[in-house]
């Protein structure tokens, strides 16, 4: 499971005993830049001179498994393997799925389904309000503050907010801005001529949309028709009383519905 901009994998420790219950192995990462990814103590990289690109999050993926396969996984023919993430971590499910479909992995680990949370949809052109500020790097500091800001609130209760808080202030402005620059520019605005979408994962896919998100949820639900179709097997399910922090304002609510996903997709 993926955090989104700004997060850490603590956001997800009120879901994870839910699927830890129900037998599942969960695996979370901090991205890079976020988190301990940026504590190490023989880090030799300027934290004020990083570059963040979405390739580097998904080869880092990559290696992860790999090592993960080696180490506990010794003698086992095959792992079927799902991914969530909210937000950005969303995105980068997308994306991985994407890349799979291309590229098939040869070590024995099948991604077979993917639970996008209140995510943008990668290359999907629709009005998109505040975002070209960021693609343009014409941000300034002061916008950069109130995207900060605008995340914390973005939560719905005091839990997700001191979560998100906490979180937040790991993260260098350097490091955050660079991330908000490599959202924008996998989320553009109409062009013209208009490019239509096409479904890049034929994976099950189930879309967790807050309730109260007014930002993704028109987008995921779009992406819920497009599934329909192009013939992507897609359910979607609203979380109730939740804003974009689906995962830390409603986290035993969305552990649920990614625990009974689970048990539907995964095969003995």
């Not at 807050?210 to 639900?221: A, C, G, V």
């Amino acid at each position: 499971m993926v955090h989104g901009a700004g997060g850490d994998l603590h956001h997800y420790e009120t879901i994870t005993p839910t699927l830890v219950e129900q037998g599942y192995r969960v695996l979370l990462i901090d991205v890079r830049y976020h988190g301990l990814s940026q504590l190490k103590e023989d880090d030799t990289v300027d934290p004020e001179k990083t570059t963040w690109t979405f390739d580097d999050v998904l080869q880092d993926i990559d290696t992860m498994l790999t090592d993960i396969k080696e180490k506990h996984y010794q003698g086992v023919g095959h792992i079927q393997l799902l991914m969530a993430g909210l937000s950005m971590g969303g995105m980068i499910t997308l994306l991985y799925a994407e890349k799979k479909n291309l590229c098939k992995r040869e070590d024995g680990i099948h991604l077979v389904g993917i639970i996008p949370i209140a995510s943008g949809i990668p290359h999907l052109e629709i009005p998109r309000l505040g975002w070209d500020l960021y693609a343009e790097r014409r941000a300034t500091s002061e916008d950069l503050a109130w995207t900060r800001a605008a995340i914390i609130q973005s939560s719905t209760t005091p839990y997700g907010q001191d979560q998100t808080r906490r979180a937040m202030e790991l993260i260098s402005n350097h490091a955050l801005y660079e991330c908000l620059v490599a959202i924008a520019t996998i989320l553009p605005n109409p062009s013209n001529p208009f490019v239509s979408y096409t479904v890049k994962s034929k994976l099950p896919t189930l879309l967790l949309i807050p309730e109260n998100d007014i930002l993704t949820k028109p987008e995921m639900e779009l992406l819920y028709q497009l599934c329909l179709e192009q013939g992507v097997e897609a359910e979607r399910i609203y979380i109730q009383n939740s804003g974009h922090m689906a995962i830390l304002d409603q986290g035993e609510q969305v552990g649920r519905h990614i625990s009974a996903f689970c048990r539907r997709i995964i095969h003995d």
